[in-house]
């Protein structure tokens, strides 16, 4: 009886084991759905204490999966929807680096073009900013300093030539001053080079970054939804902030001065976050609507530390194995979070109006690893 059972078991166990492989494969090739998603942004919400989280993951240009879960304002009744807009910080960055792409192309500037030829009539430049480049502004290899002086947070000059002319102001100011660094020698994160980057292509154009990026990038991607800022709109959500243990609710208005707005003002929907990381993605074959392919790859070649114009290319990353390009922001008081997979032709988008950064980093990068290799 013994030699009859043991093989009947057997059979059993491998039977089991061969559905349970099954059920397995099944799970890493099924893509994310609304459903799958929203039970994730759900729990990762809830389990991170955040006022609200939102993703989207688009596969060749179409829209797979999208969830948001919260409220657009801590004590309201209104809860998030998915058209909500949201402030993305410092991905700004990598929209300001397409935008002076554009201008590249179009030889307006060259990423050799010097700090000296901008603003070489100004007679106060170190001579050590002089010979610093807009592609090692654009690296964070420029030397500039992290930030502008605390004085320069509470200025808030109207968008148009009153604006342009306050960044230039502040960015001459900051030329009287020794870079950090020698140019090009090593990488220092810097709200103030992408400052500069912008004050270049303003003087260059004659016309302000913010009429650039509406130019350069929204018009042609159709991105209708985006902004400068928080969102003005009472009606949607609003950006939250830790003090101690109580969470404030802040003003429609708070944001970081608008002068840095090169380095990180737009506020935009998930939709249209996806919509130009989309573009980058097939760019890189050719397919994009901003640029060529060399420009694309340029682009997202890093230089130090694994920073390329605008995005993180990390050789190699803890949450898929295969190529991501990344960058993600927050003003203190919202987050937001844009992957590239070139591999898969996928982009995902997470965004929360919670500055709780470790927080909405750490349920953001979940939600990347818990679908990335799914796509």
């Not at 944001?255 to 996806?274: E, F, K, Q």
Request: charged share 25%.
């Amino acid at each position: 009886m013994r030699e009859i059972l043991l093989p009947v078991i057997f059979l059993m166990w491998l039977s089991a084991s061969l559905n349970a492989q099954n059920a397995q494969n099944d799970r890493q090739i099924r893509p994310p759905t609304n459903e799958s998603l929203q039970e994730v942004v759900s729990k990762l919400r809830v389990e991170q204490k955040l006022i609200g989280l939102g993703a989207m993951f688009m596969v060749d240009g179409k829209t797979i999966a999208v969830a948001v879960d919260g409220k657009r304002k801590k004590g309201g009744k209104a809860a998030l929807e998915v058209g909500d807009r949201w402030h993305i910080g410092s991905i700004t960055k990598s929209i300001t680096a397409t935008m002076i792409a554009r201008l590249v192309e179009r030889e307006e500037l060259t990423w050799s073009t010097t700090v000296a030829d901008c603003f070489g009539e100004s007679m106060s430049i170190h001579a050590d900013w002089q010979i610093v480049t807009l592609a090692q502004l654009l690296t964070h290899t420029s030397g500039a300093p992290p930030n502008f002086p605390l004085t320069t947070q509470f200025k808030r000059p109207a968008e148009g030539k009153e604006r342009m002319d306050a960044r230039r102001a502040e960015v001459l100011a900051i030329f009287k001053k020794k870079p950090r660094s020698e140019a090009g020698e090593s990488f220092k994160y810097s709200n103030v080079g992408f400052t500069i980057a912008g004050a270049m292509a303003e003087k260059q154009t004659g016309i302000p970054w913010e009429t650039l990026v509406r130019r350069e990038i929204f018009t042609p991607l159709e991105i209708k939804q985006a902004g400068f800022g928080p969102p003005k709109d009472a009606n949607q959500p609003r950006g939250h902030q830790n003090i101690g243990f109580f969470k404030r609710v802040a003003g429609v208005e708070e944001d970081n001065t608008p002068i840095m707005g090169p380095a990180g003002t737009v506020h935009m929907t998930l939709a249209d976050l996806c919509t130009f990381g989309n573009d980058h993605v097939r760019g890189e074959t050719g397919k994009g609507k901003l640029l060529t392919a060399k420009s694309y790859r340029s682009l997202h070649t890093a230089k130090l530390n694994n920073y390329a114009f605008g995005w993180v290319v990390p050789k190699k990353n803890s949450l898929t194995d295969q190529r991501m390009i990344w960058h993600n922001g927050s003003n203190t008081l919202w987050y937001a979070l844009l992957v590239l997979l070139p591999d898969r032709n996928a982009v995902i988008s997470v965004t929360s109006n919670d500055g709780d950064i470790r927080r909405a980093e750490a349920a953001a990068f979940q939600i990347v690893k818990e679908f990335a290799d799914q796509l």
